[in-house]
């Protein structure tokens, strides 16, 4: 049981990290990179008058609950790569491996 609370709290706390970043990301560039406006707007299909991103509460609610489940994801997945021995269970290797994911990422939705 302790395992699972430590992976949800590896998730929770790396999606808040990542998330920060690409907003700090988002506003450097100019460019849009805001995961849970843009996770809310394509789950729901709904825009605002202009077209932009949905700003609506159960929208919102929607893209930031898809956006840490998805963290949550990954967590596993790392926890699961590391019980496996494919990697070590560090902070240095964590932090380079949360890195290199984040630019993947950010690289994927930049195209």
């Not at 998805?70 to 890195?99: D, E, K, P, R």
Request: glycine share 10%.
């Amino acid at each position: 049981m302790q395992n699972y609370l430590i992976i949800i709290l590896a998730g929770i706390t790396g999606t808040l990290f990542m998330t920060g970043a690409v907003y700090l990301l988002s506003a450097m560039t100019g460019k849009n990179y805001k995961v849970i406006g843009i996770l809310a707007t394509m789950l729901t299909n709904h825009t605002t008058k202009e077209k932009g991103l949905s700003r609506s509460t159960p929208d919102m609610l929607l893209g930031v609950a898809v956006h840490y489940l998805t963290g949550i994801f990954f967590a596993c997945i790392y926890y699961f790569l590391w019980q496996m021995g494919y990697l070590t269970l560090t902070i240095n290797s964590s932090i380079l491996f949360g890195i290199s994911t984040g630019i993947v990422a950010i690289i994927f939705w930049s195209l």
